[in-house]
């Protein structure tokens, strides 16, 4: 084995691997471990630049869900209106009879914003969640 290298294992519904594994092929990636340590890069950088944006933003919080899973929606709710100082408006989508998406626009200081995505990522029921946000110009 190469130096540096840990090996790890990996517990998954075989839902989510299959869906995996045909990204894995349309993406042309070699193996699953090529394709896992694309994902994490990637996870990595998208944490630390959320990490590192500070002050007045305008954003996007975009949440998929499973609304069978009992007290979801109103866990969502709930935590909408514990931060509706930073909410400016959001989306409720059906689209299909487990999931949801749920588009909160967002305009506040960053560290408050990550508290809310930190929130919503940590509710049962929540199977993905992704923030898009923008530097707020001072005028």
Same mark, same amino acid.
């Given at each position: 084995?190469?130096?540096?290298?840990?090996?790890?294992?990996?517990?998954?519904?075989?839902?989510?691997?299959?869906?995996?594994?045909?990204?894995?092929? =349309?993406?042309?990636?070699?193996?699953?471990?090529?394709?896992?340590?694309?994902?994490?890069?990637?996870?990595?950088?998208?944490?630390?630049?959320?990490?590192?944006?500070?002050?007045?933003?305008?954003? =996007?919080?975009?949440?998929?869900?499973?609304?069978?899973?009992?007290?979801?929606?109103?866990?969502?709710?709930?935590?909408?209106?514990?931060?509706?100082?930073?909410?400016?408006?959001?989306?409720?989508?059906?689209?299909?009879?487990?999931?949801?998406?749920?588009?909160?626009?967002?305009?506040?200081?960053?560290?408050?914003?990550?508290?809310? =995505?930190?929130?919503?990522?940590?509710?049962?029921?929540?199977?993905?969640?992704?923030?898009?946000?923008?530097?707020?110009?001072?005028?």
């Amino acid at each position: 084995m190469e130096e540096g290298i840990t090996r790890i294992g990996v517990s998954l519904p075989k839902n989510l691997l299959d869906e995996f594994d045909a990204i894995i092929k =349309v993406r042309g990636y070699s193996s699953r471990s090529e394709a896992i340590r694309d994902a994490i890069r990637n996870y990595i950088t998208e944490y630390k630049w959320l990490e590192s944006e500070k002050g007045e933003v305008v954003g =996007v919080i975009v949440v998929l869900f499973d609304h069978t899973v009992r007290g979801v929606s109103d866990a969502l709710i709930s935590i909408q209106h514990a931060f509706a100082n930073i909410i400016s408006s959001d989306m409720h989508i059906h689209l299909s009879e487990d999931q949801c998406l749920e588009v909160i626009v967002v305009r506040g200081d960053m560290e408050e914003i990550k508290k809310l =995505v930190d929130r919503i990522s940590a509710t049962r029921g929540v199977l993905s969640h992704k923030v898009i946000t923008a530097q707020k110009k001072v005028q």
